[in-house]
């Protein structure tokens, strides 16, 4: 294999991992956001969450900004056709990651409107949790492309059965994220909220992964062979078991592990579905591929160099901030 | 309207909009570092006291920054789909870079910074206070080389109509990396110390907590004194270089109808194209040339020797031009008498001067819109100059109604967003540094 294309499947790999920490992590914190007006009953409550995740969330959102920039980086056309073919979607997301920023800071401090901060916090957060598995589920469906890798379609392509149904199931598997980091990080009747809301989101979870995962196998007869999906699946699956024997045993922590390793399996099976296309296109000649969408030899070169010095270090302080903000909130 | 137009529009509310805050963030977070140091060194319950006052402060500017930061992450896609395919081989990069150094640095630190001063110990939380300082110094490297690369693009070659990468290093530190870089850094410190200066001022003026606002403001002020002076070298040596590596820029900065040696410098005018003159013009003769060649006799470019459809839009360049310089003169003569009003120890009673802190503190913010309007509109009419035009740099796939539709809905919550901001700001100040200072130390 020559050089470049190692450099293409590495950093096929390395989005993806981008993409799996800004799930796990930041993950938690939307799903936080999204179940804001079912978790917190009162002022109390919204400040106790708001505190669990007050000193973290941005440096999670960091993960969102640097997947983005480094598929930019390695893979422009994919940047400039979703980003662009995608334009009143992501305009949507936009708005909402705006006002999310702000939320929690003008929520402390304009103390007579916290009523509207607290609703933009969770606005902010729905849309997001929605609206990513929108998109991803339109990649790997596949979208009306030209021959100049430019979108043809509308906004209402998007909005179609499979990619509906990707949706949901992100917006559960963020929710879950949620609730199992709540249940970690409070105690009382808000940590008993967050145990019983995991149990529910988990029925979702699992309805809306056998809805996508049949709509998929039916839609993508490649499915059925291709070998990594069916191992992501059982991980996934596997996962997911894990996840409801520890919320009966009140293992919070396993619980909250089991469904960030959940969440992994769900990236492996849409990277073994896409490789080693990025974004599919309705005619399969137009995909983009890690080989015509990608960066040169010297770029995905020295962009490795970058994450190989830069993403320890990040790992690094980021497991030493978590440590330092550890414990129940008071 | 036309696609090229609104998306040029939208970009310039994004990131005109954005570019209030980070300045702020920088000179800001210079104050915090001092402020920690000296608490580090001799344990003053009082520096203690306000850095974290400042931290809040910091905080609040922070979350703007970072909500209108996260646009232009997407901008360049949503709207400018074909410049990104066309160079993304070597823009992506410092975007990437600045994310993996730089974005995760200053929000993990800045959160120990805001919730965790009874976490970690006084090393631990000082050495917070650098890594924010230093992450977001770095961050704006990161970024000023991307900007800088379109200016003066180096390091890479055409390749089948897109730019690719040959060399790493040429296209990072290019033709006008450093000086840009050194030139938006001493505004960001102006705007912070003067923005802090100004609050202090406040304090003084009302005759409350002025324990607290003495110390922040001999502090603030010493720093605003040296970089308003220093300014004058960044920008001189900024304008050189433009003046070598971007000739076109320089002619509609100064309105140089004509190429010619002992080239004046316009002070003041109104430029117009039609008749190649410029109206009401103050001027000083050969200093144009002295200024860049250190030689009166020197020819400068015009805009004569520019191709018209090469030509920057005159009238914008030059107006944000001079009002930079103009601004900058002033906090030029600000420094002058705040050093004497320092030395002479005359600064806590000066009423007078206090005030003029307190009504100057949006003026380096308009310094900075203005200097980075010249920088951009004096670029046009290219994207990448002389690489890629900004008519071609647009997206394809998306419809011009769609971006009327998310301009105006942008430009309605910034309006939104500022408001609320100046409002909380006025709370913040009006609370005072001990009340705040405590806040949040036990969470929200």
């Known amino acids: ?330 | 309207m036309d696609v090229v137009l609104l998306s040029r529009i939208q970009f310039a509310l994004n990131a005109g909009f954005h570019f209030i805050f980070p300045p702020l963030t920088l000179g800001i977070s210079l104050v915090i570092l001092v402020l920690e140091t000296i608490y580090l060194k001799n344990g003053s319950e009082q520096h203690r006291i306000l850095s974290s006052y400042v931290v809040k402060i910091l905080a609040l500017i922070f979350s703007l920054g970072v909500a209108t930061g996260i646009v232009l992450e997407f901008a360049f896609g949503m709207n400018w789909s074909a410049y990104s395919r066309m160079v993304g081989d070597i823009f992506g990069a410092p975007l990437a870079a600045e994310g993996v150094f730089a974005f995760f640095l200053e929000s993990v630190f800045l959160g120990v910074l805001i919730f965790g001063r009874n976490k970690v110990s006084k090393k631990a939380y000082w050495f917070s206070a650098l890594m924010v300082f230093f992450a977001s110094h770095l961050s704006s490297l990161w970024i000023l080389i991307a900007n800088s690369w379109m200016q003066t693009p180096a390091g890479y070659e055409i390749v089948e109509g897109r730019a690719v990468l040959v060399n790493f290093l040429e296209a990072a530190v290019n033709h006008s990396t450093l000086e840009r870089f050194l030139h938006t850094i001493v505004a960001a410190w102006i705007s912070g110390s003067l923005f802090l200066a100004g609050i202090s001022s406040w304090y003084l003026i009302k005759k409350r907590d002025q324990n607290y606002a003495r110390i922040l403001l001999s502090l603030t002020l010493s720093i605003f004194v040296v970089t308003a002076v220093v300014q004058f070298g960044t920008g001189h040596a900024h304008s050189v270089q433009v003046a070598k590596t971007q000739p076109a820029k320089m002619a509609a900065f100064e309105a140089l109808w004509q190429g010619q040696e002992n080239a004046p410098m316009s002070l003041i005018g109104i430029p117009d194209k039609k008749n190649k003159t410029t109206h009401f013009e103050l001027s000083v003769p050969s200093l144009l040339s002295f200024l860049i060649y250190f030689d009166a006799g020197k020819k400068v470019q015009g805009l004569d020797e520019v191709p018209d459809d090469e030509e920057p839009p005159i009238l914008l360049t030059y107006l944000s031009y001079h009002a930079m310089i103009g601004l900058g003169s002033f906090f030029a003569l600000m420094a002058l008498i705040g050093f004497i009003l320092l030395v002479t120890k005359k600064i806590g009673n000066a009423t007078w001067y206090q005030w003029i802190l307190l009504i100057t503190i949006p003026l380096p913010l308009i310094a900075n819109e203005v200097g980075w309007m010249a920088a951009e509109i004096g670029r046009q009419p290219w994207a990448v100059y002389q690489v890629l035009k900004t008519v071609d740099a647009a997206s394809r796939s998306v419809p011009a109604g769609q971006i009327l539709f998310s301009l105006i809905a942008f430009s309605l919550i910034y309006l939104l967003l500022f408001v609320v901001f100046i409002r909380l700001l006025v709370k913040i100040v009006k609370d005072g540094p001990e009340k705040i200072a405590q806040t949040r130390e036990a969470g929200y």
């Not at chain 1, 008993?192 to 989101?201: M, P, T």
């Not at chain 1, 469904?259 to 000649?285: E, N």
């Open chain 1, 1 to 330: 294999m020559e050089t470049l294309e190692i450099l293409q499947i590495v950093w096929f790999v390395l989005i993806g991992v981008l993409l799996v920490g800004y799930s796990l992590l930041d993950g938690f914190d939307l799903g936080i956001g999204t179940l804001l007006p079912v978790l917190a009953r009162n002022e109390e409550d919204t400040s106790r969450l708001f505190n669990s995740i007050g000193p973290v969330w941005d440096g999670n959102e960091v993960w969102l900004l640097t997947g983005g920039g480094a598929l930019f980086a390695a893979f422009p056309h994919v940047y400039a056709t979703v980003f662009s073919g995608f334009y009143l979607a992501l305009v949507l997301v936009l708005f909402a990651l705006i006002f999310r920023a702000v939320s929690l800071e003008f929520w402390s401090l304009d103390t007579s409107n916290r009523k509207i901060w607290k609703a933009t916090f969770f606005i902010g957060s729905l849309l997001p949790s929605l609206l990513f598995g929108v998109a991803l589920g339109n990649v790997i469906t596949g979208i009306p492309l030209n021959g100049q890798m430019e979108f043809t379609g509308s906004f209402f392509t998007l909005l179609r059965p499979l990619p509906l149904a990707t949706g949901l199931l992100g917006m559960c598997a963020i929710a879950l994220q949620g609730t199992t980091y709540a249940t970690v990080k409070t105690e009382g009747d808000l940590q008993a909220r967050a145990r019983e809301l995991s149990v529910k989101i988990w029925m979702g979870y699992l309805i809306l992964l056998f809805l996508a995962f049949a709509m998929t196998a039916i839609f993508n007869n490649e499915f059925i062979k291709n070998a990594g999906a069916w191992i992501f699946s059982l991980v996934t699956y596997g996962s997911l078991i894990a996840v409801r024997t520890a919320i009966r045993k009140g293992e919070d922590k396993k619980a909250f592990i089991a469904s960030s390793v959940s969440f992994m399996g769900l990236w492996g099976i849409v990277g073994s579905l896409q490789y080693p296309a990025l974004v599919r296109a309705l005619d399969p000649a137009l995909n983009l591929t890690i080989r015509n969408a990608s960066s040169s030899q010297l770029t995905l070169t020295v962009m490795l160099v970058i994450a190989l010095v830069g993403m320890p270090l990040v790992l690094l302080y980021t497991a030493w901030v978590y440590r330092v903000f550890k414990g129940k909130i008071q």
